[in-house]
Protein backbone atom coordinates (compact mmCIF):
# COMPACT_ATOMS: atom_id res chain seq x y z
CA UNK A 1 0.00 0.00 0.00
CA UNK A 2 1.19 3.35 -0.78
CA UNK A 3 1.62 5.84 1.61
CA UNK A 4 2.97 9.56 1.35
CA UNK A 5 3.67 11.72 3.94
CA UNK A 6 4.65 15.20 3.75
CA UNK A 7 6.55 17.86 5.84
CA UNK A 8 7.95 21.53 6.00
CA UNK A 9 5.47 23.96 5.75
CA UNK A 10 5.34 26.60 7.61
CA UNK A 11 4.83 30.39 7.79
CA UNK A 12 7.03 32.55 5.91
CA UNK A 13 7.38 36.44 4.84
CA UNK A 14 6.82 37.40 1.43
CA UNK A 15 10.20 36.93 -0.62
CA UNK A 16 10.98 33.78 1.96
CA UNK A 17 11.90 30.50 1.08
CA UNK A 18 10.74 26.82 2.13
CA UNK A 19 11.37 23.40 1.45
CA UNK A 20 8.58 20.54 1.18
CA UNK A 21 9.37 17.24 1.64
CA UNK A 22 7.21 14.01 0.95
CA UNK A 23 7.85 10.22 2.32
CA UNK A 24 6.98 7.58 -0.21
CA UNK A 25 6.41 4.07 1.05
CA UNK A 26 5.16 1.68 -0.76
CA UNK A 27 5.90 2.67 -4.15
CA UNK A 28 7.97 0.60 -6.41
CA UNK A 29 6.31 2.38 -9.79
CA UNK A 30 9.59 2.90 -12.00
CA UNK A 31 7.48 4.21 -14.83
CA UNK A 32 5.51 6.42 -12.73
CA UNK A 33 5.32 10.23 -11.92
CA UNK A 34 5.06 12.28 -8.67
CA UNK A 35 4.08 15.74 -7.96
CA UNK A 36 3.20 18.57 -6.11
CA UNK A 37 -0.32 20.38 -5.89
CA UNK A 38 -1.92 23.15 -3.70
CA UNK A 39 -5.23 24.06 -2.71
CA UNK A 40 -6.39 27.60 -1.15
CA UNK A 41 -9.49 27.92 0.59
CA UNK A 42 -12.37 28.41 -1.77
CA UNK A 43 -10.23 26.95 -4.78
CA UNK A 44 -9.69 24.12 -6.80
CA UNK A 45 -7.08 22.07 -6.37
CA UNK A 46 -4.39 22.68 -9.07
CA UNK A 47 -1.05 21.43 -10.21
CA UNK A 48 2.57 22.84 -9.31
CA UNK A 49 5.06 20.68 -10.42
CA UNK A 50 5.61 16.95 -11.42
CA UNK A 51 8.14 15.01 -12.05
CA UNK A 52 9.06 11.69 -14.03
CA UNK A 53 10.33 8.77 -11.71
CA UNK A 54 12.79 7.22 -14.71
CA UNK A 55 14.14 9.96 -16.13
CA UNK A 56 13.66 12.89 -13.89
CA UNK A 57 11.43 15.21 -16.05
CA UNK A 58 9.62 17.69 -14.97
CA UNK A 59 6.61 19.88 -15.54
CA UNK A 60 6.11 23.25 -13.76
CA UNK A 61 2.77 25.81 -13.55
CA UNK A 62 3.22 28.75 -15.29
CA UNK A 63 2.76 30.72 -11.92
CA UNK A 64 5.68 29.17 -10.42
CA UNK A 65 8.06 28.56 -12.86
CA UNK A 66 11.84 30.10 -12.46
CA UNK A 67 10.82 30.17 -8.16
CA UNK A 68 10.17 26.07 -7.67
CA UNK A 69 12.26 22.97 -7.94
CA UNK A 70 10.59 19.73 -8.16
CA UNK A 71 13.30 16.76 -7.01
CA UNK A 72 13.73 13.50 -6.27
CA UNK A 73 16.03 10.89 -4.36
CA UNK A 74 14.34 8.32 -2.45
CA UNK A 75 12.08 11.59 -0.90
CA UNK A 76 10.49 13.86 -3.08
CA UNK A 77 11.30 17.49 -2.45
CA UNK A 78 9.80 20.98 -3.70
CA UNK A 79 12.22 23.76 -3.21
CA UNK A 80 9.93 27.46 -2.90
CA UNK A 81 11.94 30.58 -3.48
CA UNK A 82 10.66 33.99 -3.56
CA UNK A 83 7.20 32.92 -1.95
CA UNK A 84 4.38 34.86 -2.87
CA UNK A 85 1.03 35.70 -0.48
CA UNK A 86 -0.36 33.74 -3.49
CA UNK A 87 1.34 30.46 -2.55
CA UNK A 88 -0.62 30.35 0.29
CA UNK A 89 -2.39 26.93 0.22
CA UNK A 90 -2.17 23.61 1.29
CA UNK A 91 0.24 21.91 -0.58
CA UNK A 92 -0.10 17.84 -1.27
CA UNK A 93 1.88 15.38 -2.40
CA UNK A 94 0.98 12.73 -5.27
CA UNK A 95 1.81 9.81 -7.14
CA UNK A 96 0.59 7.85 -9.85
CA UNK A 97 1.53 4.25 -11.49
CA UNK A 98 2.19 5.04 -15.13
CA UNK A 99 1.46 7.47 -17.84
CA UNK A 100 2.60 7.66 -21.34
CA UNK A 101 2.21 11.90 -20.43
CA UNK A 102 3.40 13.84 -18.00
CA UNK A 103 -0.01 13.89 -15.60
CA UNK A 104 -1.12 17.32 -14.43
CA UNK A 105 -4.03 16.81 -13.29
CA UNK A 106 -5.46 16.28 -9.70
CA UNK A 107 -7.91 13.14 -11.04
CA UNK A 108 -4.55 11.82 -13.26
CA UNK A 109 -3.23 10.92 -9.65
CA UNK A 110 -4.22 8.15 -7.49
CA UNK A 111 -2.52 8.19 -4.55
CA UNK A 112 -2.36 11.33 -2.14
CA UNK A 113 -0.72 12.88 1.07
CA UNK A 114 -3.01 14.55 4.00
CA UNK A 115 -1.19 18.21 3.23
CA UNK A 116 1.24 20.17 4.62
CA UNK A 117 0.10 23.79 5.02
CA UNK A 118 2.33 26.53 3.89
CA UNK A 119 0.93 30.82 4.38
CA UNK A 120 2.90 33.73 2.99
CA UNK A 121 2.54 36.99 4.55
CA UNK A 122 3.37 40.13 2.82
Known amino acids: QVQLVESGGGSVQSGGSLRLSCAASGYTYTYGSMGWFRQAPGKAREGVASIYIYNGGTYYADSVKGRFTISKDNTLYLQMNSLEPGDTAMYYC??????????????????WGQGTQVTVSS
Open 94 to 111: AAEEARATMPTMPDQFGY
